[in-house]
């Protein structure tokens, strides 16, 4: 629950050089683990106050992507340019899978920690943040809840506590990595309600998805990945039969594609 990263300077904050209808701008960016590239010559666009998600076939490098724009993972080449008017940061919603659910807290410490960025570590939460982490528990229905310890409850409760941890941060810009993998369908119903709100209120959303068959009814962008970009853009535009087959047929290397051309 508490991790502390390093975080690379290639990312940049500012308002010039951008269309003001784009968040973020990625370009030409490239990636590796050891040697061998993993994504390569990324470049895209994430329009502003939109829900975007990021799907493409298990390998394809949406994580590294996410890893890459968080500031966990260095790119070989390229930069990222968020159009950060207002100077707040982001907040993100790791995997379910990848917190260790022992560590002894309550649900209402977990969202409280969403305020330690404005805080800092060694200041105690005002009452007003208290109840910043109230109203975000009631949101996401589970204020009855704040007293229990994290481990006892549901996956699709676990990753709610989390949302609202997320929605604590008060940021502009929200990043989930697979928010919907395990979950009831009670939790997946009120993940998507709240993520179609924060549109409305002019959030900025990116997400990491697995179902095809909810593409149309969740998001209003997709980005279609695999190692590189097929195809971004609205889903009634982009998400078409034939980009679906190109995304997620089978890959070749780098080092394969470079020896073929």
Same mark, same amino acid.
């Given at each position: 629950i508490f991790t502390e990263v390093k975080k690379y300077n290639y990312r940049e904050k500012r308002r010039e050089n951008i269309n003001m209808n784009v968040k973020m701008k990625i370009e030409n960016i490239s990636v590796a683990y050891d040697v061998e590239p993993v994504i390569w010559d990324i470049n895209l666009e994430i329009e502003k106050e939109k829900l975007t998600s990021i799907v493409g076939p298990n390998g394809a490098g949406k994580s590294t992507l996410f890893k890459t724009i968080l500031g966990l993972k260095k790119p070989l080449t390229?930069?990222?340019?968020?159009n950060n008017v207002d100077g707040n940061d982001f907040s993100y919603v790791p995997q379910s899978s990848s917190i260790d659910?022992? *560590?002894?807290?309550? !649900? +209402?410490?977990?969202?409280?920690?969403?305020?330690y960025r404005k805080l800092g570590w060694l200041k105690r939460p005002t009452k007003e943040d208290k109840e910043i982490a109230k109203k975000a528990l009631e949101k996401v229905d589970l204020l009855e809840?704040?007293?229990?310890?994290?481990?006892?409850?549901?996956?699709g409760q676990k990753q709610r506590v989390f949302l609202a941890r997320s929605l604590a941060q008060q940021t502009n810009l929200y990043l989930l990595d697979e928010p919907f993998q395990g979950v009831d369908a009670h939790s997946e119903r009120t993940i998507v309600k709240i993520l179609k709100d924060l549109a409305k209120e002019g959030k900025t959303i990116i997400v990491?998805?697995?179902?095809?068959?909810?593409?149309?009814?969740? *998001?209003?962008n997709v !980005? +279609?990945?695999n190692q590189?970009?097929?195809?971004?853009?609205k889903v009634e535009e982009v998400f078409t039969e034939e980009?679906?087959?190109k995304t997620y047929k089978q890959r070749q290397s780098y080092f394969k594609q470079k020896e073929l051309r």
């Open positions: 390229g930069k990222i340019t968020i659910w022992d *560590f002894p807290a309550t !649900v +209402l410490d977990v969202v409280i920690m969403g305020r809840f704040m007293n229990r310890q994290i481990n006892d409850l549901s996956g990491v998805h697995h179902d095809l068959q909810t593409i149309s009814e969740y *998001f209003d !980005v +279609l990945i590189n970009i097929i195809a971004s853009g980009n679906i087959k």
